[in-house]
């Protein structure tokens, strides 16, 4: 099991969520993570690095992320960033705060989608980090929780609307899929994630649901956005990650274990996939990892 930091946010039973708002020029807290969900902003923030999952970015000047995956790490860190004045405001809320009947309304169903794909870990656009951001200066600032509560609700909305998010983590690397899909390609991801260290053949896994391999590969793709193959190769290059970051084992005997024919391979797709080596990933983690 992994030693990342597991915080415990001061919520109270009573108390629909935690806000807290900071100035600061140095990012210094670890890479942990916790059960409630996070909506974490980031202002003047150019060169910080973002960590969430086995996903590592350098951010811009602006940085929204949404966070509701159980156990799932993640951390701003320095990186190359040299603002004397970065502006973080932090919200974080149980997963219980909206009811899943309530959820499951017709005027809550993007909000809900939002949830499930941020389990993985989402960056929002910065079209839509514009029009949430006097909402988000107005809720560090609101005093009556009422109030409070309905800007939270429309900043949920509004950021559930974005077509422009993106996911950061792999699933493989959270433990996590995402999404109703199709029997077909549920019974090859799932052979997939058992079966990802040996040689996966389109012919075998077509075959599998009873397809022709150019079918299946078409199909595949119009019902994931993903080829078959890069399907592939992020699932085995998540569970590398998750390797790098739970076990002592040495990169060479870990990209064999998840089904790369050489190191060389193993280190070239890791760095252009993730931005950054094996070993690199490696020792973030280990340099960010509080033992507790």
Known sequence: MSNVLREIPPITDKDCFYIVERHKSEFNYPIHSHEEYELNFVEHCRGVHRVVGDSIEEVADYDLVLVTGDGLEHAWQQGNCSSPDVREITIQFSSTLLDE????????????????????????????????????????????????????????????????????????????????????????????????????RLEDLAAMVGMTPSAFSRFFKQHTTRTLSDYIIDIRLGNAARMLVDTTRSINEISYACGFNNLSNFNRIFKARRGTTPRDFRTLFNKSRVYV
């Open 101 to 200: 009947r309530l959820l499951g309304r017709n005027q809550f169903s993007s909000v809900q989608k939002m949830f499930e794909r941020a389990r993985l870990g989402v960056a929002f656009s910065m079209d839509a980090i514009m029009k949430v951001y006097g909402l988000l200066d107005k809720l560090a600032q609101q005093q009556e929780s009422f109030e409070q509560f309905l800007s939270m609700l429309r900043i949920l909305n509004e950021l559930s609307l974005d077509q422009g998010a993106r996911t950061l983590a792999s699933s493989s690397f959270a433990h996590k899929e995402t999404g109703r899909e199709s029997r077909r390609v549920a019974k090859v991801k799932e052979y997939i994630s058992v079966h990802f260290a040996e040689e996966l």
